[in-house]
């Protein structure tokens, strides 16, 4: 499963099951992790307030998506910058 809004050069169609760019942070909240040095525990509360605010069919599907398959999560982005590989999708919480 591949959570990000642009497709990652590189990386073959046929290589991912399944693309989500609605459950990708919004580009502002990417900009901020990215560019202006927001931590993680901040990224992560804002994504989960998009998520619950925006996004709640979304976020749904993705909980379905791991009771039927138990899909683990880590996200990263085009500056390699990554959550902790023991990561587990938040939304299961």
């Known amino acids: 499963m591949l959570v990000m809004r642009q497709w990652p050069r590189g990386v073959r169609k046929d290589c991912i099951d399944l693309w989500l760019k609605d459950a990708a942070p919004s580009r502002p909240l990417l900009d ?16 989960r307030a998009e998520m619950l605010e925006q996004r709640p069919a979304v976020l749904d599907h993705l909980r ?3 009771a039927e398959h138990g ?3 880590c ?16 939304w299961s919480c």
Do not use: D, I, K, M
Request: positive net charge; charged residues 20%.
């Open 32 to 47: 901020a992790y990215n560019h202006a040095g927001l931590g993680w525990p901040e990224f992560e509360q804002r994504y």
């Open 64 to 66: 379905q998506l791991e």
């Open 71 to 73: 899909v683990p999560c």
């Open 75 to 90: 996200a990263t982005n085009a500056s390699r910058r990554a959550c902790t590989a023991t990561a587990r999708c938040w």
